[in-house]
T-cell receptor, first 117, second 111 residues
Framework: EAGVAQSPRYKIIEKRQSVAFWCNPISGHATLYWYQQILGQGPKLLIQFQNNGVVDDSQLPKDRFSAERLKGVDSTLKIQPAKLEDSAVYLC???????????????FGEGSWLTVV | AQTVTQSQPEMSVQEAETVTLSCTYDTSESDYYLFWYKQPPSRQMILVIRQEAYKQQNATENRFSVNFQKAAKSFSLKISDSQLGDAAMYFCAYSDYKLSFGAGTTVTVRA
């Protein structure tokens, strides 16, 4: 079974530039998550999709971050304009919802490393 | 919002010995799940063990076991017979409808 795929793996941009990250979840997984992990901290949920609808985006900085999940499969996370404090690993994850949202095993991708200079 | 606290930033263990990582959480819910995730330097999060709050029996996965104290809101992870491959960052996580992580504990294994 193929895992969660993310690209690009690494990106370096200047502040005020834009960047986009792509995620392809495990086939058949209805729920998709984007997490931000700053060095030395635990991952923080940015947005959670159920199929192509947003379940939770309470911690997404909507003035500069946007995310979409068209057709309920792939997802794109965009940052525009980027700030220095956006330097982090952006982790995409997915789950199948077989046991209900709370008990799902969530499978993570390898992450997209962003450095803003 | 639920909070997850890991009070040990770093832990060191001798190979073949046992180490215990602590985790406490805050919630008003009665039904939830708790997890321990391992994150090696590659940054990919790997599920180690899962505990359902309504189950009193502590979860076990091979050399990994938990001590779940629901009343105390405590969820510690014990790694027995530590191996060099266990070296990683370990995150405690809580989920009712959203998965929230603690700050993590770095585990180093001494040969």
């Amino acid at each position: 079974e193929a895992g969660v795929a993310q690209s690009p793996r690494y990106k370096i941009i200047e502040k005020r530039q834009s960047v986009a990250f792509w995620c392809n979840p495990i086939s058949g997984h209805a729920t998709l998550y984007w997490y931000q992990q700053i060095l030395g901290q635990g991952p923080k949920l940015l947005i959670q999709f159920q199929n192509n609808g947003v379940v939770d985006d309470s911690q997404l900085p909507k003035d500069r971050f946007s995310a979409e999940r068209l057709k309920g499969v792939d997802s794109t996370l965009k940052i525009q304009p980027a700030k220095l404090e956006d330097s982090a690993v952006y982790l995409c994850a997915s789950s199948s919802d077989e046991t209900g949202v709370a008990g799902n095993t969530i499978y993570f991708g390898e992450g997209s490393w962003l450095t803003v200079v | 919002a639920q909070t997850v606290t890991q009070s040990q930033p770093e832990m060191s263990v001798q190979e073949a010995e046992t180490v215990t990582l602590s985790c406490t959480y805050d919630t008003s819910e009665s039904d939830y799940y708790l997890f321990w995730y391992k994150q090696p330097p590659s940054r990919q999060m790997i599920l180690v063990i899962r505990q359902e709050a309504y189950k009193q029996q502590n979860a076990t996965e091979n050399r990994f076991s938990v001590n779940f104290q629901k009343a105390a809101k405590s969820f510690s992870l014990k790694i027995s017979d530590s191996q060099l491959g266990d070296a990683a960052m370990y995150f405690c996580a809580y989920s009712d409808y959203k998965l929230s992580f603690g700050a993590g504990t770095t585990v180093t294994v001494r040969a």
